[in-house]
């Protein structure tokens, strides 16, 4: 089992910034990409941006050029830095990991962290 500890959410003015870190914990040999996932009310999960452990990076197009997703391998962990913050940003944020273990690739999921943007 792997273990998501998540940090960083809050409340932030329109054009603010905050950062989200997700440490991950217990089985974390074989963990290949690490991403964020974000949940508003009413809306599906949806994908924020992710990473793998070379350091590729993915984002959502409404993120793009506002937020940086990066990783430290040695503490196996995954921080998001949001800039430029909009009211549409505010959602609660997930963290994600995916472990391979042979033949088997398993996905686990913090327990969210609440970023809310608003004047």
């Known amino acids: 089992q792997v273990q998501l500890m998540e940090s960083g959410g809050g409340l932030v003015q329109p054009g603010g910034s905050l950062r989200l870190s997700c440490a991950a914990s217990?089985?974390?040999?074989?963990?290949?990409?690490m991403g964020w996932y974000r949940q508003a009310p009413g809306k599906q999960r949806e994908l924020v941006a992710t990473?793998?452990?070379?350091?590729?990076?993915n984002y959502a197009d409404s993120v793009k050029g506002r937020f940086i997703i990066s990783r430290d391998n040695a503490k196996n962990t995954v921080f998001l830095q949001l800039n430029s913050l909009k009211t549409e940003d505010t959602a609660v944020y997930y963290c994600?990991?995916?472990?391979?273990?042979?033949?088997?690739?398993?996905?686990?999921w913090g327990q969210g962290t609440q970023v809310t943007v608003s004047s």
């Open positions: 994600n990991v995916e472990r391979v273990s042979g033949l088997i690739t398993r996905r686990y």
């Open positions: 217990g089985s974390i040999s074989g963990i290949n990409a």
């Open positions: 990473i793998t452990s070379g350091g590729v990076t």
